[in-house]
T-cell receptor, first 115, second 111 residues
Framework: ETGVTQTPRHLVMGMTNKKSLKCEQHLGHNAMYWYKQSAKKPLELMFV???????ENNSVPSRFSPECPNSSHLFLHLHTLQPEDSALYLCASSQVTVSGANVLTFGAGSRLTVL | GQQVMQIPQYQHVQEGEDFTTYCNSS?????IQWYKQRPGGHPVFLIQ?????EVKKQKRLTFQFGEAKKNSSLHITATQTTDVGTYFCAGPCWSARQLTFGSGTQLTVLP
């Protein structure tokens, strides 16, 4: 396996379900991210795990809960979602350096549909 | 907060025509990155510009970073159908660990 791997690639869930998205990076990077991409909207940063620190976008609802057990794995736990949460969820990783250069490598994404 | 604006939102060109997308930031950027997302795909890193006034080329693609480090452009010469996709610029916000993405320019190339 190389790069950034996301599973599942497609997910359909009801509003009362609980599911999780998984991301794994094989690049030795020290930071991982969750982005949300909705139709006709900019990429929206949801969560960052970098150097054992978590940063979150305050506008993300609490029904999204991230988990980062180690530097290679990242989860996004989903519960009681709304139809407007249907989107492409992209995981990314990067090697954060002192110089600030921070190039993202994205996974293929998990296409989520909430019924 | 920092905003990164991109224009145009959509661009249709005939194959062989040139294409340019522009990116403007509300604040000075330490660097700017460009990504391409093919239809049904995910964003893929193209290039990073760091220096004021920097110009970089990748075959038919020319990237520029403005003198004030608040704007950037991507120019494609003689577009091909393989250039189809959405082009995003991105700049670091308050922390180098976060990137703010522009809204993207969706390019359609008509054969």
């Amino acid at each position: 396996e190389t790069g950034v791997t996301q599973t599942p690639r497609h997910l359909v869930m009801g509003m009362t379900n609980k599911k999780s998205l998984k991301c794994e990076q094989h690049l030795g990077h020290n930071a991982m991210y969750w982005y949300k991409q909705s139709a006709k909207k900019p990429l929206e940063l949801m969560f960052v795990y970098s150097l054992e620190e978590r940063v979150e976008n305050n506008s993300v609802p609490s029904r999204f809960s991230p988990e980062c057990p180690n530097s290679s794995h990242l989860f996004l736990h989903l519960h009681t979602l709304q139809p407007e949460d249907s989107a492409l969820y992209l995981c990314a990783s990067s090697q954060v350096t002192v110089s600030g250069a921070n190039v993202l490598t994205f996974g293929a994404g998990s296409r989520l549909t909430v019924l | 907060g920092q905003q990164v604006m991109q224009i145009p939102q959509y661009q249709h060109v005939q194959e062989g025509e040139d294409f340019t997308t522009y990116c403007n930031s509300s604040t000075t950027l330490s660097n700017i990155q460009w990504y391409k997302q093919r239809p049904g795909g995910h964003p893929v890193f193209l290039i990073q510009l760091v220096k004021s006034g920097e110009v970089k080329k990748q075959k038919r693609l020319t990237f520029q970073f403005g003198e004030a480090k608040k704007n950037s452009s991507l120019h494609i010469t003689a577009t091909q159908t393989t250039d189809v996709g959405t082009y995003f610029c991105a700049g670091p916000c308050w922390s180098a660990r976060q990137l703010t993405f522009g809204s993207g320019t969706q390019l359609t190339v008509l054969p």
